[in-house]
């Protein structure tokens, strides 16, 4: 899989959206290993701190909503 490529598409127009490269075997093993690292860090972290962190990629996603309403409506060939 490493050095292959599949694409996103608007399925109306046939354009492509977007070029990704496959993950290989050890590039998945080490972000799931990460992630689980993560999670351990995660959980010991005071609540109101995740929550604040929390919030905080709420405003990124907020900020972005137009953005990401147009690349899911273009990925599914809806307009807006």
Do not use: C
Request: overall charge positive.
């Amino acid at each position: 899989s490493k050095g292959m490529k599949f694409q996103t598409q608007d399925p109306r127009t046939g354009q492509t959206l977007k070029t990704y490269s496959y993950l290989g075997d050890n590039d998945i093993k080490l972000s799931l290993f990460q992630a689980s690292q993560q999670q351990v860090f995660w959980k010991q972290v005071r609540l109101e701190l995740r929550i604040e962190q929390l919030k905080i990629v709420e405003n990124k996603l907020r900020g972005m909503k137009h953005e990401l309403a147009a690349l899911m409506s273009a990925e599914m060939g809806k307009s807006l």
